[in-house]
T-cell receptor, first 115, second 114 residues
């Protein structure tokens, strides 16, 4: 079965702190894809990153970085020097190479960055 | 702006009623997905269409149905509404129906059943 677990329900930090959001996934497929989406208070879902199962390179995009480790089935997301605008719910999601591409979602981590 | 549009943005209705949610995918995208986001169940995949054909079904109730029209827009029909159907309904689109490309999400329709 495919499953995504985001154990942290809520995180609160002070601006400029670094914060890591955890994501652990389960799948029996060897080819799969992992995603992070951001849902700000306005409600839309904003794509942040995609990673396929054959690419374990970490990625950095500005203040955002992602650490993908197949050995621990984790795809963690770090925000460096957090800002108030980073306050949102962050979702980790999984899909696999099959005859459809439905996303399987974690329950999300609500991040509050306080000034 | 993802390029995916959804109407209406908000919908308030009563139990037992029927509503239709509409989605227009990004230009060039052939695949449309519907997701439901509720407080108790989180984000759940409902159904997927590709170029007018149903490709996958998720946790979609029998009271719900969807279709994708020749112009590629999609509608999600919810009938015999119950209080528990109150949720945010998202439509997403992508170019293909397999593989791991990203899905682009619309702004969602917030349904409130009273």
């Amino acid at each position: 079965a495919q499953k995504v677990t985001q154990a942290q329900t809520e995180i609160s930090v002070v601006e400029k702190e670094d914060v890591t959001l955890d994501c652990v996934y389960e799948t029996r497929d060897t080819t799969y894809y992992l995603f992070w989406y951001k849902q700000p208070p306005s409600g839309e879902l904003v794509f942040l990153i995609r990673r396929n199962s054959f690419d374990e390179q970490n990625e950095i995009s500005g203040r955002y970085s992602w650490n993908f480790q197949k050995s621990t089935s984790s795809f963690n997301f770090t925000i460096t020097a957090s800002q108030v605008v980073d306050s949102a719910v962050y979702f980790c999601a999984l899909t696999y190479a099959g005859n459809n591409r439905k996303l399987i979602w974690g329950l999300g981590t609500s991040l509050a960055v306080n000034p | 702006d993802s390029g995916v549009t959804q109407t209406p943005k908000h919908l308030i209705t009563a139990t037992g009623q029927r509503v239709t949610l509409r989605c227009s995918p990004r230009s060039g995208d052939l695949s449309v997905y519907w997701y439901q986001q509720s407080l108790d169940q989180g984000l759940q995949f409902l159904i997927q269409y590709y170029n007018g054909e149903e490709r996958a079904k998720g946790n979609i109730l029998e009271r719900f149905s969807a279709q994708q029209f020749p112009d590629l827009h999609s509608e999600l029909n919810l009938s015999s509404l119950e209080l528990g159907d109150s949720a945010l309904y998202f439509c997403a689109s992508s170019v293909e129906w397999t593989g791991g490309g990203e899905q682009f999400f619309g702004p969602g329709t917030r349904l409130t059943v009273l």
